[in-house]
Nanobody
Framework: QVQLVESGGGLVQVGGSLRLSCAASGRTFGTYNMAWFRQAPGKEREFVAALMWTGNTYYGDSVKGRFTISRDNAKNTASLQMNSLKPEDTAVYYC??????????????????WGQGTQVTVSS
């Protein structure tokens, strides 16, 4: 299991940008698939983006064209650049990792390791 720590959350105005980072432990980070999910109060955890170890990327429909997932294997980090933020983007954002996926990448139960989450609040 890899240990994950998110950072970079905060308060931002509508239309603004934030960059989230996920620091991972271990020497084999490059072999892990990485993802970001988010969870708003009273709602289920929602898929945001995934970046597979192959380089393939996937995005949730609500963030396509606004968010970009990336990784730096040399630094054991994954990032989520969020632009054109909307109030509905307000949530706790979680980083996830897994070497293999037990199910569809958009399902939270497919991912084996999780960070503690970082709050993103978009104010209007």
């Amino acid at each position: 299991q890899v240990q994950l720590v998110e950072s970079g959350g905060g308060l931002v105005q509508v239309g603004g940008s934030l960059r989230l980072s996920c620091a991972a432990s271990g020497r084999t980070f490059g072999t892990y698939n990485m993802a970001w999910f988010r969870q708003a109060p009273g709602k289920e955890r929602e898929f945001v983006a995934a970046l597979m170890w192959t380089g393939n990327t996937y995005y949730g429909d609500s963030v396509k064209g606004r968010f970009t997932i990336s990784r730096d294997n040399a630094k054991n980090t994954a990032s989520l650049q969020m632009n054109s933020l909307k109030p509905e983007d307000t949530a706790v954002y979680y980083c996830a990792a897994s070497r293999t996926l037990s199910s569809n990448y958009s399902q939270p139960n497919s991912w084996s390791s999780w960070g503690q989450g970082t709050q993103v609040t978009v104010s209007s």
